[in-house]
């Protein structure tokens, strides 16, 4: 649900972008971590409800999903972690530590060219 | 097609509040807990036995949120503590800036400690920082011993795990193994404290306002 003010957020700030290089923007490629993620087929819907009869209309977004990892306190392998499952890939041990989750973030937006 | 590098935080403007916000507790030594869970839980019990219990020892205020009414609201102040109502109208969590406004009608400067209860929801409020000192998540037993598993971004961001409703444990009237919601919660999180308690019987409410004694003082030095 609140991936309607995430998308309310992103189209201020792709519009912002859009009259600032003076061009259509086509797609929008954001990225999330694992403690911070957005429902895709949510995010876009919200997106294009909010887009509609804007410069926004029709852009589309790309959405990436980024594991958190984790660091193994026993074979201090760093892997990425299933947190339904949580234990270390290599040696199964259950001793670990988070590493900063990725943040939500607006990585690019490519513009229509003449 | 010309591609343009943003990297902005597409919630920024939501941590630009809550950092100003951040600044104002950290400015006036204030602790400020953020209490989520899902409905139901005991949010409100938890604090209005939590008031009453440190009457004299400490002040706390409390901001509500809810969608709609001020039902909670007016259950703190029948403590006499004040409170604020927030009703975010069909949004799930609150933000940031809602607190900001909300705390300039909370009397701070006689205030010990703001307690935030969020909006019943175990998966939204976990991602809008609101400049709090730390976040509290609450999980009362008829849930279930797997919220830790199938909700870890709240337990893996919160500073305490407040087990709630333990007495419902007496004569086995609810399944839920309480070493295992321990256990999972600290593989998420090593450094989260847990606190199981009946806000509405008593259990473990002596240790928990210790803790929160405890906390205040820490951040008035």
């Known amino acids: ?114 | 097609m010309k591609k343009v590098d943003i990297n902005k935080k597409i919630l920024g403007e939501n941590e630009k509040f809550a950092l100003e916000n951040l600044f104002f507790f950290t400015k006036q030594k204030k602790i400020c807990l953020n209490i989520i869970s899902s409905p139901g839980s005991g949010k409100t019990t938890i604090l209005t036995k939590t008031i009453n219990e440190l009457k004299g020892k400490i002040k706390i205020g409390v901001i509500e949120g809810d969608i709609q009414t001020d039902i909670d609201a007016e259950r703190i102040r029948a403590t006499e503590a004040p409170a604020v109502q927030i009703n975010t109208e069909g949004a799930c969590h609150l933000s940031a800036v809602q607190i900001n406004d909300a705390l300039k009608q909370l009397p701070v400067e006689d205030l010990d400690l703001i307690f935030i209860e969020n909006v019943g929801n175990l998966v939204c409020p976990s991602a809008f920082e609101l400049g709090e000192s730390g976040k509290i998540v609450v999980l009362s037993v008829p849930e279930g011993d797997d919220k830790p598993a199938k909700y870890p971004a709240i337990f893996a961001k919160s500073k305490a795990l407040l087990i709630n409703k333990i007495d419902l444990l007496d004569g086995g009237q609810v399944d839920f193994d309480i070493e295992k919601a321990k256990a999972d919660a600290r593989r998420l999180n090593k450094d989260i404290e847990i606190f199981p308690i009946s806000a509405r019987r008593g259990d473990g409410m002596d240790r928990w306002c210790d803790w929160l004694v405890n906390q205040v003082e820490k951040s008035a030095q």
């Open chain 1, 1 to 114: 649900m609140h991936e309607t003010m995430v998308a309310e957020s992103l189209m201020e700030i792709i519009a912002e972008q859009a009259e600032i290089n003076n061009a259509k923007p086509v797609t929008a490629k954001i990225s999330c971590g694992t403690l911070n993620p957005v429902n895709d087929e949510v995010l876009r819907f919200a997106f294009e409800a909010i887009a509609k009869d804007t410069p926004c209309e029709g852009v589309t977004l790309k959405i990436e999903h980024k594991s958190i990892r984790a660091k193994c306190k026993d074979c201090d392998t760093i892997f990425d972690i299933d947190l339904s499952r949580p234990e270390c890939s290599k040696c199964g041990g259950d001793d670990f530590e988070l590493q900063p989750d990725a943040p939500l973030i607006l990585e690019e937006i490519e513009f229509q060219t003449e």
